[in-house]
């Protein structure tokens, strides 16, 4: 199967994000494997000593940021906070930080395992140092994350999002081959973090244009579905224009099997992510699939063949990203990322999507990861893609701040009491870019 992808130059599908250059900072760094939950001179928030005092509350939630920072010599983190609310206006309270042994990773998309005792996370241009890009992390103690050990896939590069497993290991998309040009795959980690697969198998079973950003899961029917954004080689200096893929795939998810492609829209320029959406239709393994070039969100019905526009912000800049749904699959958050915004949609039927409400938040915002609190009534939000400096043509440093967003059943309120500003968090550090988030609910210890 061949499926075209188009060469887009970067103006086009980034030109919002090319703002607010941000300045480096020299000095810190830690020594590697360290894990810094001492507190020190000059932190704005000093990490916490836990337990918490007696007099707190015990808290309801960690709350783990990914981390790299800006200053090329100190090494990307885990920072810890505990929450005892997510919408009480009081910042969560950091605890600590757990540093890798690498630096200038890009800190990307993270996952915890399903019983909550290992944190994935990825780095996005690990390949650039020729080092690992996949980092676990023991979660056993989880007001202070252990740094556990790091891989490499043998044949992709460029991770992005993960899915637990129920047998205690990850799936992961890693977005580009191991050169330019080359497909991707989606490698598989066991409950032991060994790496066990990096599918498809067989080179010649990579489909031109497989470049995995999104991922999701449908185990009732036997569907994963993936969606190709960006051919991550051709974003770094000297590019010759940015690959970015229209498709998405329809996998066996037993067998690890790509079973067909579904052309979103020929005129796509990279889909970000697909997640899984419906209660009142039967349709199996459909997803809501976010374009980064037109403003819209695609509805994918796999096993009808079938895509069709779900939802058209009229914003052709959007720059839709990244996708939450709640446990229903009813109600839909979309970061549009290169607008500063988060949308909101009612997709318990996947073939009448329809609009609930939108949040701004300010022209020089670039809100892209987001994760959903346990009891939905939440939105973390980090306001950061992925700035690659003079090195590539992706600029879009955001505003560096987690925010914390109120869900109403039609409204949306960022809780700015309680943010948490990454530029000024760390002194010793300078800016540090936040990216993926994970929350855990301390009942599950
Ligand atoms: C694909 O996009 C084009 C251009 O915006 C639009 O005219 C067309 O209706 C879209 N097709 C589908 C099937 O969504």
Request: charged fraction near 20%; glycine fraction near 10%.
């Amino acid at each position: 199967m061949d499926f075209p992808y188009i060469r887009a130059w970067v103006a086009a599908i980034l030109g919002a994000c090319l703002f607010s250059l941000v300045a480096t900072h020299p000095g810190g760094g830690q020594s590697e494997g360290e894990i810094d939950f001492a507190p020190r001179a000059g932190l704005r928030h000093h990490p916490r000593p836990f337990p918490l005092g007696p007099d707190e509350p015990r808290p309801s939630y960690y709350l783990y940021v990914w981390c790299s920072p800006d200053d090329a010599a100190a090494p990307d983190f885990v920072a810890t906070f505990a929450a005892t609310s997510l919408r009480d206006g009081q910042p969560p309270i950091y605890l600590g930080r757990t540093v890798i042994p690498t630096r200038g990773n890009e800190a990307h998309h993270v996952s915890v395992s399903r019983d909550g005792r290992i944190l994935f996370a990825g780095g996005l241009l690990s390949f650039r140092h020729d080092q690992d890009s996949n980092f676990f992390f023991d979660l056993r103690n989880p007001a202070r994350p252990r740094y556990l050990r790091s891989s490499r896939p043998r044949n992709s590069v460029a991770t992005d999002a993960a899915y637990s497993l129920a047998n205690g290991g990850f799936l992961v998309t890693m977005m580009g081959g191991r050169d330019s040009g080359g497909g991707g795959r989606v490698v598989e980690y066991d409950a032991q973090l060994n790496l066990v697969g990096e599918y498809p198998r067989r080179a010649h079973d990579v489909p031109a244009g497989f470049h995995p950003h999104g991922l999701a899961v449908d185990e009732a029917h036997n569907l994963m579905i993936t969606s190709d954004y960006v051919d991550p080689h051709s974003t770094l200096h000297p590019t010759a224009g940015v690959l970015t893929g229209n498709t998405v795939r329809v996998w066996d998810f037993a067998a690890r099997r790509i079973t067909h492609t579904l052309v979103v829209n020929a005129t796509v320029q990279g889909v970000m992510d697909v997640a899984l959406v419906g209660t009142t239709h039967d349709c199996p393994g459909c997803v809501i699939a976010s374009s980064a070039s037109d403003g819209r969100l695609y509805l994918v019905d796999p096993l009808r063949g079938h895509t069709q526009v779900a939802f058209d912000s009229g914003i052709t800049g959007a720059g839709f990203h990244v996708i939450m749904t709640n446990r229903r699959r009813d109600r839909l958050w979309v970061t549009a990322a290169l607008t500063g915004a988060i949308y909101m949609l009612d997709v318990s039927d996947p073939y009448n999507v329809r609009f609930l409400s939108v949040l701004r938040m300010g022209a020089t915002a670039t809100p892209h990861f987001i994760t959903l609190s346990p009891d939905e009534a939440t939105l973390v939000v980090s306001d950061y893609f992925v700035d690659q400096h003079d090195f590539g043509v992706v600029r879009c440093p955001g505003d560096k701040v987690v925010h914390f967003v109120a869900l109403g059943t039609s409204s949306m309120e960022v809780i700015s009491a309680m943010d948490l500003d990454f530029r000024t968090l760390f002194p010793d550090l300078g800016v540090v870019n936040p990216h993926g988030m994970a929350l855990v609910p301390t009942s599950i210890e």
